[in-house]
């Protein structure tokens, strides 16, 4: 039975997917019909006659096709940081964002645009101070708590903290005229910019650490039940901490320094995963990667196409994690396995 509920949530993960993708490009100012994007897809391999026109194939490939990339991209990261992390923590309510790399990418990104660089430039500083900040709360675990997860949560919220007062500052400082409403869109997370250069640029750094992450599934399941009885298993705790610490922090940062911060996605789609296949980490890993990117990508296509301009993805997001949120308090107090 139980095997039977779980083909069939993969089966219409995989028609979710489809429809998501397609349905992105048929939807905007411009839409594209499937057939058009297929070809228009085949066409850069192979080829065959040209039945478009130029300017279906520029928004295809130039518009909407690294977009849909960029929030399958994203979503799936946070996703499976936010699994990984809720995992490692044993706290349902952690988020990829615990350890300051959020805010660290916030303030990078922010100085960016107040030194006024281009977008690779932006990015850069973005993805550098959100390592930044994560070193920072893993020193002060290291340091004060001997990596205890407490201290390094702590620490986390700390950093968090002064980065945030950080980002308040460039704001002051930032010219209101163009500066700082550019600051302040790029905080609530927006895929309006992203291009084929951003993808490149953080697609190594998910791919690798999404890669170790896939090795460690297992060793990361049996965290769950201890240090010490995962100790007893032979699993060498404080190197999994640590790899996996890593490697969510990698995923993380990557992904903001594309879109911005974009909130709740990495606390709640792990516990739909959980809802939908039970709490097995391995299954939950592979579900959130694919179900965390067909989230973004749905709320990406419904903030793009809504209203007259384009409504930022950390609003819509936070409009509907929000409520989950209380959903999730109601679980917790029943316990959260």
């Known amino acids: 039975m139980r095997r039977t509920r779980v083909s069939i949530v993969w089966v219409a993960m995989g028609i979710l997917i489809v429809l998501f993708f397609f349905g992105s490009f048929m939807l905007g100012r411009y839409p594209v019909d499937p057939g058009t994007v297929v070809r228009i897809m085949l066409s850069q391999v192979v080829d065959i006659p040209q039945t478009w026109t130029d300017t279906a194939e520029t928004v295809v490939m130039r518009v909407r096709l690294p977009r849909i990339a960029a929030a399958i991209l994203i979503g799936g990261a946070l996703s499976v940081s936010g699994a990984a992390y809720q995992n490692l923590f044993k706290n349902p309510l952690v988020s990829p964002a615990i350890l300051g790399v959020s805010a660290g990418a916030g303030f990078g990104a922010a100085l960016g645009m107040l ?75 927006s895929l309006a910019k992203v291009s084929n250069d951003n993808i490149r640029m953080a697609l190594p750094f998910i791919v690798v ?25 032979g699993v060498n705790v404080g190197r999994i901490q640590t790899l996996v610490i890593i490697s969510a922090t990698l995923m993380t940062a990557a992904a903001v320094s594309i879109g911005g911060i974009i909130g709740w996605v990495g606390l709640m789609i792990p516990h739909v995963a959980r809802m939908l296949i039970g709490p097995n980490f391995p299954q939950v890993f592979l579900l959130s990667l694919f179900l965390g990117g067909a989230f973004l990508l749905g709320v990406d296509t419904v903030g793009r196409t809504v209203g007259a301009t384009e409504i930022p993805l950390g609003i819509l997001t936070s409009l509907i994690g929000a409520p989950f949120f209380i959903l999730l308090l109601a679980k917790v107090k029943r316990g959260w396995t």
């Open 209 to 233: 650490s999404m890669i170790v992450m896939y090795f460690l599934r297992w060793r990361i399941q049996v965290l769950s039940v201890g240090e010490e009885e995962a100790s007893s298993m």
């Open 115 to 189: 030194l006024r660089m281009n977008g690779w430039g932006i990015q850069s500083l973005a993805f550098v101070f959100a390592l930044v900040a994560v070193g920072a709360s893993f020193m002060i675990g290291r340091i004060f708590g001997k990596l205890s997860i407490v201290v390094l949560v702590l620490g986390g919220m700390v950093i968090s903290a002064i980065f945030q007062a950080l980002i308040s500052i460039l704001k002051y400082w930032a010219d209101p005229v163009d500066t700082l409403p550019s600051i302040t869109f790029w905080l609530m997370g």
